[in-house]
Nanobody
Framework: QVQLVESGGGLVQPGGSLRLSCAASGLKYFQVGWFRQAPGQEREFVAAISRGGGNTAYADSLQGRFTISRENAKNMTYLQMNSMIPEDTAVYYC??????????????????WGQGTQVTVDS
């Protein structure tokens, strides 16, 4: 049974940092993507990483503030978020798909999803 569990969300002040974690089970050789959805908005791509960790992709709008990484020995994927702004407020989801090559950036290509973790950037 495939399970993805996000953690690490919470309230942070503008300019602060958070690190989200995604624990995966029931999958092998999978890409991981992080997506977010703010109230009243569509789910949008944030970052993705290939199954080996050698290829990453980011939304252009992030301007280098976020970093995705993974520890395959622990089946963990992380999203380090720095210099956070109120517009980063959203529910953040991790997603996985069994695939090789360049990580997908389209949420429709991922067929395994976590429940999400709330991130709020507010003073």
């Amino acid at each position: 049974q495939v399970q993805l569990v996000e953690s690490g969300g919470g309230l942070v002040q503008p300019g602060g940092s958070l690190r989200l974690s995604c624990a995966a089970s029931g999958l092998k050789y999978f890409q991981v993507g992080w997506f977010r959805q703010a109230p009243g908005q569509e789910r949008e791509f944030v970052a993705a990483i290939s199954r080996g960790g050698g290829n990453t992709a980011y939304a252009d709008s992030l301007q280098g503030r976020f970093t995705i990484s993974r520890e395959n020995a622990k089946n963990m994927t992380y999203l380090q978020m720095n210099s956070m702004i109120p517009e980063d407020t959203a529910v953040y989801y991790c997603a996985a798909r069994v695939a090789s090559g360049v990580p997908a950036t389209t949420h429709g290509l991922y067929n395994n999803w976590g429940q999400g973790t709330q991130v709020t950037v507010d003073s």
